[in-house]
């Protein structure tokens, strides 16, 4: 008996499974769901604005196991007034996001706000990895 064709024809239908698997989650699921984390918030001196920095995440699925993952993102500052939704951001770029240990906010005045970025290593003492200086009437 030829047994290479019922071979090829049995590689041929799982391949066609496995990719059919896999195109049909695609649509099932949003590819790029994100979810935040707040790492701080800080009001301005006269109280009028308010900073918030989120580190986000996407969501992802890992298709060896079907198992959802978790990936962080980015590094986002939301910007506005006190009291109202902070819809506008600000990405801080240059800084690795799964590496940050803290951050801190600083208010130079009521318009210019300070950001360090602090990296937390384990044998030495947390240090300012980087630091953003914004003025929020500029951005």
């Known amino acids: 008996m030829k047994k290479w064709p019922w ?49 986000l995440y996407r969501q992802s699925t890992d298709y060896f196991d079907y198992e959802q993952k978790q990936k962080v993102d980015s590094v986002r500052m939301y910007y506005g007034q006190s009291g109202s939704m902070l819809n506008q951001y600000k990405k801080l770029e240059g800084i690795h996001p799964s590496r940050i240990h803290d951050v801190d906010v600083y208010w130079k005045d009521n318009q210019h706000v300070i950001i360090d970025v602090i990296n937390a290593k384990q044998q030495q003492k947390n240090k300012v990895k980087k630091r953003f200086n914004y003025h929020l009437t500029e951005l």
């Open 7 to 55: 071979i090829m024809l049995s590689v041929g239908v799982i391949f066609l499974v496995f990719m059919m698997n896999y195109f049909v989650d695609k649509h099932q699921q949003p590819s790029n769901m994100i979810s935040s984390v707040s790492l701080t918030t800080s009001t301005s001196p006269d109280k009028k604005n308010i900073v918030e920095v989120k580190k």
